[in-house]
């Protein structure tokens, strides 16, 4: 049984920063493609950044530059670093692994995915 707990979803101001965490029990996330999504109060869910277990990365056009990806392979955790968070930026962000695709050939589709958390909500207000 694999199962996926994210953490670290709050409510901050705009220009703060979070650190979402993903725990992954019952699956080796290193060895496979994974990734961050989020979904907006009512907007479809999308790919925000991925990772492969060479290490690459890729990320969504909107994120470049304020979104890290990350792994620790000792604790079986994903991390996404988000800096510079914008109201716009308030979603419900999933983690995701098992990703059976390069990169380059949707690492960014959930359809890759096939084991997913519960989601943790990201608030940014003034």
């Known amino acids: 049984q694999v199962q996926l707990v994210e953490s670290g979803g709050d409510s901050v101001q705009p220009g703060g920063s979070l650190r979402l965490s993903c725990a992954v029990v019952?699956?080796?996330?290193?060895?496979?493609?994974m990734a961050w999504f989020r979904q907006p109060p009512g907007k479809s869910r999308e790919g925000g950044a991925a990772?492969?277990?060479?290490?690459?990365?890729l990320y969504a056009d909107s994120v470049k530059g304020s979104v890290t990806i990350s792994q620790d392979n000792a604790k079986n955790t994903l991390y996404l670093q988000m800096n510079s968070l914008k109201p716009e930026d308030s979603a419900m962000y999933y983690c995701?692994?098992?990703?059976?695709?390069?990169?380059?050939?949707?690492?960014?589709?959930?359809?890759?995915?096939?084991?997913w958390g519960q989601g943790t909500q990201v608030i940014v207000s003034s």
């Open positions: 019952g699956y080796t996330p290193s060895r496979s493609t």
């Open positions: 995701a692994t098992g990703g059976r695709c390069h990169l380059s050939l949707g690492g960014l589709d959930s359809g890759c995915y096939d084991y």
């Open positions: 990772k492969d277990s060479g290490g690459s990365t």
